[in-house]
């Protein structure tokens, strides 16, 4: 039977912002949470925020030094995603490249699987 993919995995400029984003955070957290939640015109949307403690039933992710909780309604929707920070211009944000994703809307805010 083939293992089930890790469910993300961070690229190193991705565990960097979230080392960041945590050391700025005005109250100690112990990660961060993915989500999933119906939004867009494609369907889906990612979501991250700050948690204190792990909720129940959610998967623990632990990658080059952080750790992001992913709701366990969400693990189905970013099962095998890379999360990845990236800078440019005009736009800065983590992207998110899920090989599940059969979509995305034209302004890259929402996806569908």
Do not use: W
């Not at 089930?4 to 995995?9: L, M």
């Not at 080059?64 to 800065?92: C, N, Q, R």
């Amino acid at each position: 039977m083939a293992e089930r993919p890790k469910a993300i995995s961070l690229t190193d400029a991705a565990a960097e912002r979230v080392r960041y984003l945590m050391a700025q955070h005005s109250q100690p957290a112990s990660g961060l949470r993915l989500s999933v939640e119906s939004k867009g015109c494609s369907g889906l949307s990612y979501k991250l925020e700050y948690v204190d403690q792990k909720a129940p039933h959610d998967e623990t992710v632990e990658d080059k030094g952080v750790t992001i909780f992913i709701d366990p309604k969400a693990i189905l929707f970013v099962l095998g995603t890379e999360m990845d920070y990236a800078e440019d211009k005009f736009h800065s944000g983590f992207v998110f490249k899920n090989p599940m994703e059969k979509g995305r809307c034209g302004c890259g805010e929402s996806f569908h699987v």
